[in-house]
C-alpha cells in the first residue's frame, strides 16, 4: 500500500504554520521518525531505503558521531569568536585534505553560505562583479548563492530573474547538451569563451566562474574531458577566481575520487563545501588561498557565530574518522561500480532508460521518451518515484527537465541493499511505461 501520514492532525499542523515555499516532495509523504544505517522508518515501523540521502554520508544513526557530539555537547559548545581545540584541529584537517596552496579555512554552516562567502571573497579578491555560472545550476538559497543558480527545475523564473552580473553558459550536459558525448569539450569551451569576450567587451573586469566539478544538480553528469581545467584558464587568464561548489559530489562520495575537481585534473582557487561533512549536522566549509581569504580583510572581519563551534568541528572531524575507519570512500567505489553495472544492465531491456550517468554513490538514472528524440520522461519519472516509494525505496528526479533520478544514498550502502533497488526498480519499470 502506499504510505500515509500517520497522523492527520499532525500533517494539518505542519500545512498550517510551516510557511508555504518549503516545498512537500510526496503528495502523501510518510511520516520518518527513525533512521538506521541505509534506512528510514516511518512511525508506522516501515522501513525504507534511502537512495537519495546526500547529506547522512555514514548512514543514519551512527553511534559513534552520537556519542562523540554528545560528548563535546556536554564539554562545551561556545560560540565560535573563542579558541578551543577542536576549531584549530579540524581546520588544520581540512586544509590538509585540499590541494597545495588551498590552506586558509572558514567555517559555516550549510552549502549556500559556503557559496555566498566564496561569491564574496572573488568580488573582493578581484575587485570586480561579472560571474560566470552554468545553465542548470543550483548553488543555494542565500542572496548571492541563489543569483547564480539558473536551474529551472529549482526556480522556473530563474533565467529571467538573474541580476545582470551573472552569466550562465551553456549546460555543458554531454547527453542532451548542444554538444554531446565526452570528446564535446571544443563546443562546450568555445561557448564559454563567447560569453568571456561579451563580458570583456564590457571593461568591467570579471570575478569568477563557479561550477560543480561533477554536475550533480544535472543528474551526476561528468563534464566533457578536460572542460574543466580549460575553463579555468580562461577565468584566470582575464583574473578571475574559480569555485568548485563540492557541497553534493564532494567528500568521497564519488567513490574514486576524493573530490570531483580529481575527475577533471584541474584545482580550483576556492572549494566550497557542506551536506555530508556534517553527516546531517549543520556544517559547510570555504578553502581557499591565504591571498584570497585575505582579500575579507578589505570589507572588515569575518564572523559566524555558530560555523566552526566546538560541537560542529568535533562532528566534522568524526565524520572523516569514520569514514576512514569504515573505509566509506572504498565502499562507495565498489558498491557504486556494482550498482552503476547493473543499472547500464537496465538499459537493454527497458527504452525509457536512456542513460546512467555518474559513479561512485553519486548515479543519475535519466529516463526519456525516445532515444533520439531524448524526450524527456518528466511525468513518469514522478510516478515512478511514487511508485517506489509504495515499494519501500526513496529516490527523487533532478535535472532541469526532473527526468533524471537522482541516486545518492549513505556511502554505508551494502550490496545487497543495492540490489534490492534495482530489483525494485525493475519491477516498477517491468509494470510498463
Ligand atoms: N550547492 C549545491 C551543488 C547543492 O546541491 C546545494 C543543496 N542542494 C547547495 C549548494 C546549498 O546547500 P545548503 O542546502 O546546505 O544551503
Known amino acids: 500500500d502506499a504510505p500515509k501520514p500517520a497522523s492527520a492532525e499532525l500533517f494539518a499542523l505542519r500545512e498550517a504554520h510551516l510557511a508555504g515555499p518549503q516545498k512537500n516532495y510526496y503528495e502523501t509523504p510518510p511520516q520518518m521518525e527513525r533512521g538506521w544505517k541505509e534506512h528510514m522508518f516511518d512511525v508506522e515501523g ?3 531505503l534511502d537512495m537519495l540521502n546526500n547529506v547522512t554520508i555514514l548512514g543514519h544513526g551512527h553511534p559513534r558521531l552520537a556519542e562523540a557530539i554528545s560528548e563535546q555537547w556536554l564539554r562545551l559548545n561556545t560560540n565560535s569568536r573563542f579558541h578551543y581545540t577542536a576549531i584549530a584541529e579540524f581546520s588544520e584537517r581540512l586544509a590538509s585534505l585540499a590541494p597545495e596552496g588551498l590552506e586558509a579555512v572558514f567555517l559555516v554552516n550549510s552549502g549556500s553560505e559556503a557559496n555566498d562567502l566564496a561569491l564574496r571573497l572573488a568580488w573582493a579578491h578581484t575587485g570586480a562583479k561579472p560571474m560566470l555560472s552554468l545553465l542548470e545550476a ?14 529551472i527545475a529549482d526556480n522556473p523564473q530563474a533565467l529571467t530573474t538573474r541580476p545582470d552580473w551573472v552569466h550562465a553558459v551553456l549546460s555543458p550536459n554531454t547527453y542532451r547538451g548542444a554538444f554531446r558525448g565526452s570528446e564535446s569539450t571544443t563546443g562546450y569551451l568555445d ?8 563580458i570583456d567587451a564590457k571593461g568591467e573586469g570579471l570575478a569568477g566562474f563557479i561550477a560543480e566539478p561533477v554536475y550533480g544538480n544535472a543528474g551526476g553528469i561528468s563534464l566533457p574531458d578536460g572542460f574543466l581545467a580549460a575553463v579555468y584558464g580562461q577565468i584566470r587568464a582575464r583574473g578571475g577566481v574559480c ?4 557541497v553534493q559530489v564532494g567528500y568521497g562520495r564519488l567513490g574514486h575520487h576524493f573530490w570531483g575537481f580529481e575527475q577533471q585534473g584541474a584545482i580550483p582557487d576556492i572549494i566550497t563545501i557542506a551536506k555530508g561533512m556534517g553527516d546531517g549536522h549543520p556544517l559547510g566549509a570555504v578553502i581557499t588561498t591565504r591571498a584570497i581569504a585575505g582579500s575579507l580583510e578589505k570589507e572588515g572581519y569575518f564572523f559566524s557565530s555558530t560555523g566552526g563551534s566546538p560541537v560542529s568541528c568535533v562532528a566534522g572531524m568524526t565524520v572523516l574518522d569514520i569514514m576512514a575507519d569504515e573505509r566509506l ?23 525509457i532508460v536512456g542513460a546512467v550517468h555518474g559513479m561512485g554513490l553519486y548515479l543519475g ?7 533520439t528524440t531524448l524526450e524527456p520522461a518528466t511525468e513518469e519519472t514522478a510516478a515512478i518515484c511514487s511508485r517506489l516509494l509504495d515499494l519501500g525505496i526513496l529516490v527523487q528526479p533532478t535535472g532541469d527537465h526532473l527526468n533524471v533520478l537522482k541516486i545518492k544514498p549513505p556511502l554505508c550502502l551494502t550490496v545487497d541493499s543495492a540490489d534490492f533497488f534495482v530489483d525494485m526498480l525493475e519491477k516498477v519499470l517491468s509494470e510498463g511505461w
Open 365 to 371: 538514472l535519466e529516463l526519456v521518451r525516445d532515444r
Open 243 to 246: 569555485i568548485a561548489d563540492e
Open 329 to 351: 570512500q572504498e565502499n562507495a567505489r565498489d558498491v557504486g561500480d556494482h550498482l552503476k553495472g547493473r543499472l547500464v544492465a537496465l538499459i537493454e531491456r527497458h527504452p
Open 191 to 198: 561557448a564559454v569563451v563567447e560569453v568571456l569576450e561579451a
Open 138 to 151: 543550483y548553488h543555494g538559497w542565500s542572496v548571492a548563492s541563489d543569483a547564480v543558480s539558473t536551474s
Open 46 to 48: 516501515r522501513a525504507y
